[in-house]
Structures are given as C-alpha cells and as structure tokens.
C-alpha cells in the first residue's frame, strides 16, 4: 500500500524526491568542497618538500590568511641552527582577482634548496621581476600559455613557465616583487625548513622553539591531518550551517508533501479508522512513506552529487571535491531524520481526524 | 419463540401435571438504551438523537428508514462506535461502548463490525483483492487465504480482483466494498444507503445480496434507507424522525 500511495502522486512524490535530493546534495558538496579544499591546499604544501614550517605567533595554519610580519633575517639565523639543511622564506599574497589564488613570493635559489626546485613543463624559471610560473592545474585552467600576460594582484605579469602543481602554490613570482607591490620589504610569511635528516625533525623543532619562541613551528609531515575544519573553526560552523539549511529544506520540502496528502486523503483514512485503523496504524503509514522518500530522495541525491562534482571539476580544473563514504552515510541519516520530522505533525494530525468527519469529506 | 411442552401422565394416561417450558430469550447482539447525540453548531446544540431504544437480534435483517436529518446515519455511526454517545447507553454483542475509550471502541469496530457505505468508499490506489486483503491485515490475524476465496466467489469477484476501483462499476465496487466488511466475519454489518449511488438493477443485486448474507449465513444487518422498495430485504423496519424511533414492523 505503502509503494501504490507514493506512485499514486508522481509529480508530488517526484518534487519531494528531489526536493530531499537537494538536501543530500548540499552536504555531500559542502562538505566534500570544503574538505577537498582543505586537503588539497594541505597536499600542496606537504609538496614543498619541507619538514618544518615557521610562522609568526598565532598564525592561521591556512597560510592563504598569511600576513608577512616577520623579518627576512630570521632565514640567517634559522640556517644556523643544527640540523637544519636550507630554508626557504617565502611571501604569500591572497589574490582575488579573476579568481581566488595564492600566490607565492619565492627567492629562486633558496626555494629550490628546500622544495628539489621546480619541473617544468614549458619555459623558463623566474628571471625578470615581472616573470610569474604557473602550475600546471592553473595553465589547463586558465588557458594560459607561456609568454602570455597575466593581470594578478593589480598587476601584469609574463608568463614565464608552466610547472609541474604540488609545490605550495599554483602562482610563483619572485619575492623582492611581491614586497615591493605588497609594501613588505624585507618580510616573509613563512619560513619553510629542510632538515639534514627527517627523523631530526622534532630535535629541529625544538631549537627553532628556543630561538623563536610563541612562534607557530609546525612539522609538515602529516600536515594533511592538520587541515581539518576544527583546526578552522569558521569553518566549522559554516559547514554546520549549510547542514542546518539542507536538513530545513528537507523538513519543509516533506512536510508540505505529507500535509497536502493527508489532506488529500482525508476520507481514506476515515476508511481506514472505520475498518478499526488504530492511531499508530494512520502513523506508521505517514511515517513509511516518508522513510521511502527520504530513502529515493538520498539515493537521487547521492547521483547527484557525483553528477555535479563532474560539472564542477570540467568546468573549474582546479577545484577538488572529495566525496566521502561516512558524509554519503551521514546525509542520508540527516535526510531520513529531517523526513521524519518533517512528516511527524502531518501524521498525528492524520492520526487524530474524526472518522464521521473524514468519511464525508469531500 | 418456540415453545416445549411438557406433560406427565399417570398409568391411566389421565394428566398427572403439565408444563409449558419457553425456550430462553436471544440477548440482542445491538443495544440501545435512551441513546442521545448531541452536536455543538456553533453556540447551538443540536440534538441529532433524542432517546432512541433499538434492540437487534441475532440473525436479523434491520432496516432504519426516516427523512433526511431525522438521525439514521448519525445512530449507525454511533452504534458502529465510529461516533460517541452524548447520553444512554449502546451495548454491542455484550460491549458498552459508551463507557469505551477511543482506543477501545476502535478495537471492538475492528473485530465486530462491519462497515458498508453509500460511497463505496474502497482505495482508490488499491486494486479489488488489496482492498478487501486490506480489513484482514488491519484485523490483526494476517491474509487469510481461505476466508478471502470464500468471500470473493460468494460475492463473484473473481474475475475483477486485479481491477481498480476506478475500472468497476458502481454495483462492482459495492460488492467488493461488502467484501471487505464481512472477510473479517464481524458480528453485525451496518449498512448505510449501500444502493444510494447504484442504478435499479444493482441496487436490486446488492440488496439480494445483502438478504442472502442474512439468510443464509446467518449474518446480522443494520442497513440505512430511504427507500421503501429496499426496505422490504429486510425483516424488520424501523421508522425515525427528529431523532426518535417512532414505530417498527415485522416483514417476515
């Protein structure tokens, strides 16, 4: 009975399907753009191929939001201390314009002590001031070239060199350029640090503790576990947020639905009270139908969102969304309680109709 | 009643003493007693039943017959527990409803009685054998395949099981309709105009229906009318007006 009352409708039952697919939807992508983010900006700066990375005191660990407080000289000292193989300082600027980019301020020679140095794909490395690198992900992107201009930070740069992504940044200019246009002179953002061996990491650490102290001093292994929203608490909330919206939209989008059905059923369910249709009878039927919608709502919105990370990635290269098995899990049980509720008022009310009154309506 | 006599006789055959014993009376299986309903209209109350006292007995074929707003329909769904009585009393096979809670009178309904109306009313998204399948899974004991044959080639459903509401005629859709109210066996069935949507033919077909459930199984009626021509199917007829059961008649 439950099935034949759900297709009985099938535009109403096909909008509230969609509608609970929107929702699953939303979190799936939320939080699977977020995280994929978030993992991947970690990815990258794992990819510099340092073991230790410096920052001023109370620096964000999203180093987008970098400022560039701290003097350049710090390096000279930094490369001083035991088992500390190179050091790379490097500017980073946040640009938004035709798009939301990082972009690093590198010194060519100290950078390549630390990261391997760059593999290119197309020209050269950063020899004019003017000269900018791009990454491959960016180049494909943005169908840029070498030799084409690019306008970034209000400013026009020559494309230099395509190279190989995962290095820290997707753009890479010198840094005595970046602090000119930033006003920066002499300052770096981060210090990224090279250990003469990996497993003297943490003694590294420690001395770099004593010579900078209140300093963020992170290790860069494992640097991905770091990048979660709650190390980002804004962005805790955000996804929280968008999870509230999605289980609202669904909570309205299915308690319409199951309104205007029970409304629409009234008589029947006179009939059902007449054949001596208990109230939890009238409430377990609302109720399973709801769980079914919620059930093909979540797997439509599951589909969809496969189908809309595909949409997202063709159309911007660069992006990353991870679809992530316990989210899928998650949305769906956020999908079915939100259903739930959503049908709770209409199947009490359906529950509670006189049986003389819904026999006669009409 | 049927009477048993019995006589003693002396050695002479002269009558030594004599004895007429009655056979103990059938409890009525429906019950009334100075049966008020009263229904607030706005800030006017108005008494749709107004002290009616019904007996049924077993095995009787009732007709309740009156004008329209004289209370027929409100009486049948107060005696079928769908409504509660405001005053009196209702016992139905030995059950006061009106000391009942809702949840209780929803529970003798389910296992007692059985509901034909005017409307059909059967689902319209089930097909003919869900919809009389559907008053046994609501009864409790699960489809019961036996009774269910029973009841469809009584009825001659066969044939239109796998058909929808909306694809059976009227007098189609009332046989299926009494289907469902009796699959469950329920001790009285109430009827209410079940030949009020139904053309002379069908009307005459479920009505004989109706009459050979009585006789023949033996199956207690309660049936609503306003026409004297289908009153006549049953054994007895009740007259109502302004709420009141004003006179009665045997037919058979």
């Not at chain 1, 180049?139 to 690019?150: E, F, I, N, S, Y």
């Not at chain 1, 992006?319 to 709770?344: D, E, H, Q, Y």
């Not at chain 2, 009643?1 to 409890?27: Q, T």
Request: aromatic share 6%; net charge neutral.
């Amino acid at each position: 009975m439950i099935l034949r009352n759900i297709l009985h409708r099938p535009a109403r039952t096909l909008i509230t399907v969609i509608g609970i697919a929107v929702e699953v939807t939303l979190v799936i992508l939320v939080v699977g753009l977020t995280t994929g983010l978030l993992t991947e900006s970690a990815k990258r700066t794992e990819g510099v191929g340092a073991d230790i990375m410096v920052q001023p005191p109370s620096a964000s660990i999203w180093a987008a939001f970098s400022g560039a407080p701290m003097p350049i000289r710090i390096a000279g000292k930094l490369k001083k201390l035991n088992y500390v193989q190179a050091v790379a300082p490097v500017l980073v600027q946040f640009n938004s314009v035709n798009g939301l980019d990082i972009v690093y301020g590198i010194q060519p020679d100290t950078f390549s002590g630390v990261s391997g140095g760059f593999v290119f794909h197309a020209g050269h490395g950063l020899e004019a001031p003017d000269d900018i690198l791009v990454d491959d992900v960016y180049a494909r992107a943005k169908d840029v070239r070498v030799g084409q201009t690019l306008h970034i930070l209000g400013h026009d740069f020559h494309v230099a060199g395509v190279v190989e992504h995962g290095k820290g940044a997707r753009l890479f200019v010198l840094m005595s350029t970046l602090q000119q246009m930033s006003g920066a002179i002499d300052k770096a953002s981060i210090f990224f640090i090279k250990c003469d061996r990996s497993d003297h990491t943490p003694a590294a650490m420690d001395e770099i503790r004593q010579l900078l102290p209140g300093y963020e001093i992170r290790p860069l292994k494992d640097f991905i576990s770091l990048m979660t929203s709650s190390n980002l608490p804004g962005l805790s909330a955000f996804i929280s947020v968008m999870i509230g919206i999605a289980v609202a939209i669904g909570f309205l989008v299915v308690f319409l639905s199951m309104y205007t059905t029970i409304i629409e059923r009234t008589r029947e369910i006179g009939v059902l009270k007449s054949l001596g249709a208990s109230k939890s009878y009238i409430v377990e039927i609302v109720l399973s139908e709801t769980m079914l919608l919620c059930i093909l709502g979540s797997g439509f919105g599951v589909g969809l969102s496969f189908l809309m990370r595909w949409v997202f990635v063709t159309a911007f290269p660069s992006m990353t969304i991870l679809i992530l098995p316990r989210w899928v899990m998650f949305s769906g049980m956020i999908a079915l309680a939100g259903g739930l509720l959503g049908a709770s008022y209409p199947a009490w009310i359906a529950s509670r109709k006189d049986p003389v009154e819904a026999l006669v309506y009409e | 009643m049927a009477n048993a006599i019995k006589i003693i006789l002396r050695a002479d055959d002269s009558i030594l003493c004599g004895e007429i014993a009655r056979e103990p009376a059938l409890e009525p299986i429906l019950k009334t007693e100075s049966l008020w309903k009263v229904y607030r209209s706005g800030k006017v109350d108005v008494a749709a039943l107004r002290g009616v006292d019904v007996r049924v007995l077993p095995g009787e074929f009732v007709c309740i017959m009156g004008p329209s707003g004289c209370g027929k329909s409100t009486l049948l769904h107060v005696i079928g527990g769908l409504a509660r009585a405001t005053r009196g009393r209702v016992l139905l096979d030995g059950n006061d409803l009106t000391a009942m809670s809702d949840a209780e009178r929803t529970l003798l309904r389910r296992h007692k009685v059985g509901f034909v109306f005017q409307k059909f009313n059967l689902l319209p998204t089930l097909d003919a054998r869900h919809n009389i399948a559907l008053a046994q899974h609501i009864h409790g004991n699960g489809f019961d395949p036996h009774r269910f044959d029973v009841v469809v080639d009584l009825l001659g459903l066969r044939q239109r099981l796998h058909h929808r509401p909306s694809e059976l005629s009227g007098g189609e859709q009332q046989r299926v309709a009494i289907a469902r109210a009796i699959v469950t066996e329920p001790k009285i069935l109430l009827a209410d105009e079940p030949t009020g949507n139904l053309d002379t033919k069908s009307s005459e077909g479920v009505l004989s229906l109706l009459r050979g459930l009585n006789k023949d199984l033996g199956q207690t009626v309660v049936m609503i009318t306003h026409n004297p021509d289908a009153a006549t199917y049953g054994t007895r007829v009740l007259h109502m007006r302004d709420g009141l059961v004003v006179n009665g008649s045997a037919l058979h």
